[in-house]
């Protein structure tokens, strides 16, 4: 059944999976004018032990790392709509995708993460690391302009192209690679198909390509022996993306100048880990979508997308169930 010819439910049951978020969402859900049944079931079931009275899902990922290899009996059982609240979609097993549409919180965080990126970026030219440990005595580091400077971009969905937006607007050139090649309308962006020009070419390099199986380890020791030495390498996306080793290496050689890394694989690091013990590399905890109005964003996306849902329209933000996002 698609989306579009599905008939609306009068009023919806909704299983919703536990998160930070949850208990501010079920206030919201149970106010919603289709007066819909609220099921919140993961404090007691696991988080694909989905309630079968329920016709629509609300996903939040954490947990599914632990889900069967295999779908459950009678999966999806009687969903007609799964919203997975997070823009990624990578942690949920292959069975998950397929069966009913899948709508994802597509740029949600991008403004959050766009203003995170550019502050790595002032950072690094402005040597905010080297200052801070700067002593009386010692030489001051040479402070640097972004202005000029090329911005690459693995990956321009939304969280892509609202960092765009922003290192324009600091005089940046943005070159960006993606698995299509599409040009965004409105942007004034160089394209490239060629990933070691990409590399070559950058002097800031934003990793905001979803976790594929056609981009985990993307970032490799050919990717790295291509780039411009001094690269600033920003991960906001999936640690999976870069291949550790081959970074520590390109670090230790100086072609990656500085990392700044908001995800890791595995995250967190444990203890002792080579890159978080890394002078010229800054972890940071898997913050960067975080903003003040966050949940406000999350609401307003959920809401619209049940209403949508009720009314018997079709989803937005529909995740490609073969290329998983």
């Known amino acids: 059944m698609t989306a579009a010819s599905r008939e609306a ?24 004018w289709s007066k819909p049944t609220v099921l919140e079931y993961t404090k007691e079931r696991a988080g694909w032990d989905i309630p079968r009275e329920a016709d629509l899902f609300m996903a939040f990922h954490a947990g599914w790392d632990k889900a069967p290899s295999e779908a459950p009996e009678g999966w999806p059982y009687n969903l007609r709509q799964i919203q997975v609240m997070s823009a990624g979609v990578d942690k949920y097993p292959a069975w998950f995708f397929g069966k009913v549409p899948i709508t994802c919180g597509r740029g949600v965080s991008a403004v959050g993460i766009a203003e995170y990126t550019m502050t790595a970026i002032a950072a690094r030219e402005k040597r905010w690391v080297e200052l801070s440990r700067w002593r009386k005595g010692e030489k001051s580091p040479t402070l640097r302009g972004i202005a000029g400077k090329t911005l690459g971009l693995l990956g321009l969905g939304a969280i892509g192209g609202a960092v765009a937006r922003r290192a324009l607007a600091f005089d940046m050139k943005v070159l960006a690679f993606t698995r299509s090649g599409k040009t965004p309308e409105g942007l004034d ?46 991960n906001i996306s999936r640690g999976e993306i870069v291949d550790n080793e081959a970074l520590l290496r390109a670090l230790d050689g100086g072609v990656v100048g500085f990392a700044t890394l908001d995800v890791t694989a595995p995250e967190p690091l444990p203890d002792g880990h080579p ?16 903003a003040e109005d966050n949940f406000e964003r999350l609401l307003a996306k959920t809401m619209r997308d049940l209403d949508r849902y009720v009314r018997g329209e079709p989803p937005l933000d529909l995740v490609d169930p073969d290329a998983r996002y």
Request: aromatic letters at 4%; hydrophobic letters at 50%; zero cysteines.
């Open 275 to 290: 890159l978080a013990a890394h002078p010229n590399v800054m972890v940071t905890p898997h913050i960067s979508w975080m």
């Open 9 to 32: 439910p009068k009023s919806p049951v909704i299983a919703i999976s536990g998160s930070i978020f949850t208990d501010h969402l079920l206030e919201h859900l149970r106010a919603h």
């Open 189 to 234: 962006v160089e394209m490239t198909a060629d990933l070691a020009e990409l590399m070559a070419r950058s002097d800031h390099l934003v990793v905001a390509a979803p976790m594929t199986p056609y981009t985990n380890r993307m970032l490799d020791a050919s990717a790295f022996a291509a780039a411009k030495p001094g690269l600033h390498l920003i």
